[in-house]
């Protein structure tokens, strides 16, 4: 496998982007917990990258991606359950609405 | 090999692209889901089998289900969205700095020495490693990751259920 | 590989057309009636009928379904299950395909049939579908953490997540039977556990109330009809055929029996014993099937979450003690009382508040 370690790094770097975009323009909470998502595994990919091209020493970068991803496990069931009590309250998920603490 | 990189790499991009697009929340989540099979596919190919079937334990088992469930939860059932609801009130902002993130990250990416490494020889690391770094040198992060989650859980539950507590 | 791979392939199919027919038959016995009996003597055509008439039935699919997402689900339903056979040993010498994460990847494939419920309900826009498809992620989803955890006290004891390797450690002993797991007491806790999460996985009768007939017609796939219903019973058959072969593996020893062996010879007769145990799991399961009534949606939860989770638990403390305690009598005493114990507790904990004698207005 002769792949470049550039062209790694490109993909997760267009992914990383369109997690942005996806969590910055988006109205609905769950999307932007979507994009979060996108960016999150854009991320892990990345350390895995860089594990499998020995750029680190050898089992850094994976225990890295492992605590990672249980991180990212922890915040969607956070998020979602957020999402969840949000809508009791105001009846909708666009993140435009929440805006209670405007002064 | 390579035709398999840019084969899982544009299904990748494509899952990632039409989660933030598409119109109807349930399509949503299920090209997250097509996103999320494709980075697996990743791993696989470089040789992090562990960490592949993680992914597809951890995301498409459950942080997928559990999106499915909040729209199920917080929607219509049909997950459509109006047309005026789709994009939020800054979304230029959104959109110009995703374009101007990626466009940076291209151009350092392009520029650096790093980026023509080719691999030296595949790591290997075997589950028996990964248990043993697990405990040992990394028994302290371990741990937190432990609390961390136990918090989470409870917070989740307290988060989610908090009207029925004070309904009581 | 590839001659494994094809023989697993056409051998578990052949199973599973089988499969139908024979549960057909018990479930009739059971019931006190005779089953198909028409189609060739004792009804042995019956699978080859029954594909022929699904196959040429009409296609009908709902007019405000999704039909992308319609189409796609019975698809999905039927691939993780062909999967998840190509990491079950079948005799010494058959073995499709030794992965070094074998049992994880068994767990993390069969998760994928979740969505396909989902989508195969959710598609269907119809509302006995997607309460059905709700009802089938709660229970897989709360199923699945007792599954993992069980199956955790074997890979402890083992100490790798290959499928072959936990086979080849249950070999040995008297007339290769005793080194099964199943004869430890965590091994039976374990097992007795995972029996219940597979068929609670693949919505087999006791749980199977994603599909149950009295409430919601028939579940997710109310909407299905011909060759796309075929699939979605396909994969659920294939599935809880596959979860018996690991179940096999993991507990029941696999491939080992009085006989098997690393050679030609032996590695017929392993074959042969873990077909004779494949059978037997698959002839549990309609017999569970025929004799238990369904339970309740929040029986099923608190089940799950308040007495398989806690014991199962226990069981990995169990495989830990047993690792401890060299002095094998000794250990097993501990971990048989340490075990009882908290089946004992649990069990006082989970019973249902006594409920009163019932009084019959009218028939009496």
Redesign the interface.
């Known amino acids: 496998m002769n792949i470049p370690l550039g062209d790694y790094l490109m993909l997760s770097a267009f992914l990383f982007a369109i997690g942005l975009c996806g969590a910055l323009s988006r109205k609905n909470a769950i999307i932007v917990l979507i994009g979060i998502e996108i960016m999150f595994n854009a991320a892990i990919l990345n350390l895995i990258v860089f594990w499998h091209y020995k750029y680190f020493a050898v089992p850094t970068a994976y225990m890295f991606a492992i605590f990672a991803i249980s991180i990212a496990a922890a915040e969607s069931a956070v998020g979602l359950a957020l999402v969840i009590a949000i809508y009791r309250q105001y009846k909708s998920v666009d993140v435009d609405e929440f805006t209670s603490l405007k002064g | 090999m390579e035709t398999i990189f840019w084969i899982l790499s544009a299904i990748t991009v494509l899952g990632a692209l039409f989660a933030i697009m598409l119109r109807n929340l349930v399509h949503c989540v299920l090209s997250l889901i097509l996103f999320f099979l494709g980075i697996a596919g990743h791993y696989f190919l470089l040789r992090a089998d562990f960490l592949g079937a993680v992914q597809i334990l951890i995301y498409v088992g459950a942080v997928a289900v559990l999106m499915l469930f909040a729209i199920m939860l917080t929607r219509h059932v049909t997950g459509d969205e109006g047309p005026r609801e789709v994009l939020g009130g800054k979304w230029w902002a959104g959109m110009g700095t995703a374009i101007i993130i990626a466009g940076l990250l291209w151009a350092i990416i392009r520029k650096d020495q790093l980026a023509q490494i080719l691999p030296a020889g595949g790591a290997q690391t075997s589950m028996v490693e990964i248990g043993k770094a697990m405990v040992t040198d990394w028994v302290v992060p371990f741990e937190a990751m432990a609390v961390l989650l136990t918090a989470a859980l409870i917070g989740a539950v307290v988060i989610a259920l908090e009207e029925v507590i004070r309904r009581r | 590989m590839a001659i494994p791979i094809l023989f697993v392939l056409s051998v578990f199919l052949g199973i599973f057309a089988y499969t139908t027919l024979v549960e057909r038959k018990a479930l009739g016995r059971i019931q006190n009636r005779f089953g198909p009996n028409r189609v060739g003597r004792w009804g042995i055509l019956q699978p080859i009928a029954d594909g022929l008439k699904l196959l040429i039935k009409e296609d009908i699919v709902p007019r405000r379904a999704d039909q992308f ?1 319609h189409f796609l689900a019975p698809v999905i339903a039927v691939i993780p299950s062909i999967l998840l056979f190509s990491v079950v040993p079948v005799g010494t010498r058959l073995v499709p395909v030794d ?3 074998g049992i ?2 068994a ?3 069969s ?2 049939s ?2 396909a419920l ?2 195969g309900g ?1 598609a269907s ?1 119809n509302k006995f579908s ?1 309460l059905g498809a ?1 009802r089938a ?1 709660a229970q897989v ?1 709360s199923y ?1 953490v007792p599954m993992v955890l069980a199956a955790v006290a074997v890979v402890m004891a083992v ?3 290959s499928t072959l390797r936990i086979a080849r450690a249950q070999s040995g002993g008297i007339l290769n039977v005793t080194n099964w797991f199943v004869f430890r007491p965590w091994g039976f806790v374990g097992f007795v556990l995972f029996t219940i999460g597979a068929m609670a996985e693949s919505a087999r009768t006791p749980f199977d109330i994603p599909e149950a007939e009295s409430e919601i017609i028939a579940g997710y796939h109310t909407e299905y009809s011909g060759f796309k219903f075929a699939l979605f019973q396909m994969g659920e058959y294939l599935a809880s055929i596959a979860m018996a072969g690991i179940t096999v593996t993991m507990f029941l020893g696999g491939y080992n029996g009085p006989g098997s062996g690393p050679g030609w010879v032996g590695g017929l007769i392993s074959m042969f014993w873990f077909f004779i145990k494949l059978a037997f799991m698959i002839v549990l399961n309609i017999w569970i099937r025929g004799t238990w009534p369904r339970v309740r949606v929040d029986q099923l939860l608190g089940f799950a979450w308040k007495v398989l989770l806690p014991m199962s638990i226990a069981n990995i403390v169990a495989v830990g003690m047993w690792h401890y305690l060299t002095f094998r009598p000794l250990a097993w005493v501990a971990t048989t009382l340490w075990l009882v114990l908290w089946f004992v507790t649990l069990s006082k904990l989970a019973a249902t508040e006594n409920v009163a004698p019932r009084t019959y207005r009218y028939a009496s």
Request: aromatic share 16%; charged share 10%; proline share 0%.
């Open positions: 997402v992965l070094n994460i994880l990847f767990f993390a494939v998760t994928v979740v969505l989902f989508m959710w826009r997607l709700m992620v989803v699945e100490g790798s997540l």
